[in-house]
């Protein structure tokens, strides 16, 4: 079972550039979440989502986008990187409504870098 | 708004120490309060939950008691091992979406 799987691991960007953040989960979890971790400062939600085609906004969604066209994947668009975004990215799902308070499983992030 | 805030880090003990890191929370309704835990390069895990108050959640020998009047959630172990290094994370379920709001994180270091 591979839960929450992020990729790239590790990313250096200029300013400027764009990318994609990908992440798949495989236990049919309804909702999922983009977290970032900056030192010192715990994790802050970027976006959310409840199920495929539903996306919301969190508490840092500025210069990020996300799409959920299916239940496994939920990625995450960075456009024209700043070196704000420099910062751990995190993904992770639960199970949906149906099972309150069912705990988050997290990916293993990625670093991203940006100069 | 929801926020949760933790003791100042870092914590450095020694092996067999009694460990406490404060957490305290602000929250509007009757939130479900958790400790996550982060192993370095990996991410967070859940260590333990409490869903109402007087609550205890308890897991490889941490425990943590859902304080309702004083809206705490202290994290405890009476004897603290080498491999209960890490990044400890207190945090609070809101909203419809149950998403997570956390305090900043404690790193915990133990030296033999």
């Known amino acids: 079972n591979a839960g929450v799987t992020q990729t790239p691991k590790f990313r250096i960007l200029k300013i400027g550039q764009s990318m994609t953040l990908q992440c798949t989960q495989d236990?049919?979890?309804?909702?999922m979440y983009w977290y970032r971790q900056d030192p010192g400062m715990g994790l802050k939600l970027i976006y959310y989502?409840?199920?495929?085609?539903?996306?919301d906004k969190g508490e840092v969604p500025n210069g990020y986008n996300v799409s959920r066209s299916t239940t496994e994947d939920f990625p995450l668009r960075l456009e024209l990187a700043a070196p704000s975004q420099t910062s751990v990215y995190f993904c992770?799902?639960?199970?949906?409504?149906?099972?309150?308070?069912?705990?988050?499983?997290f990916g293993n992030g990625t670093r991203l870098t940006v100069t | 708004g929801d926020s949760v805030t933790q003791m100042e880090g870092p914590v450095t003990l020694s092996e067999e120490a009694c460990l406490t890191i404060?957490?305290?929370?602000?929250?509007?309704?009757?939130?479900?309060l958790f400790w996550y835990v982060q192993y370095p390069g990996e991410g967070l895990q859940l260590l333990l939950k409490?869903?109402?108050?007087?609550d205890k959640g308890s897991n490889k020998g941490f425990e943590a008691t859902y304080r309702k009047e004083t809206t705490s959630f202290h994290l405890e172990k009476g004897s603290v091992q080498v491999s209960d290094s890490a990044v400890y994370f207190c945090?609070?379920?809101?909203?419809?979406?149950?998403?997570?709001?956390f305090g900043q994180g404690t790193r915990l270091t133990i030296n033999p």
């Open positions: 992770a799902s639960r199970e949906g409504q149906s099972s309150y308070n069912s705990p988050l499983h």
């Open positions: 409490a869903t109402k108050a007087d």
């Open positions: 404060n957490c305290t929370y602000t929250a509007t309704g009757y939130p479900s």
């Open positions: 989502s409840v199920g495929a085609g539903i996306t």
């Open positions: 236990m049919n979890h309804n909702y």
């Open positions: 945090a609070l379920s809101a909203g419809g979406a149950q998403k997570l709001v």
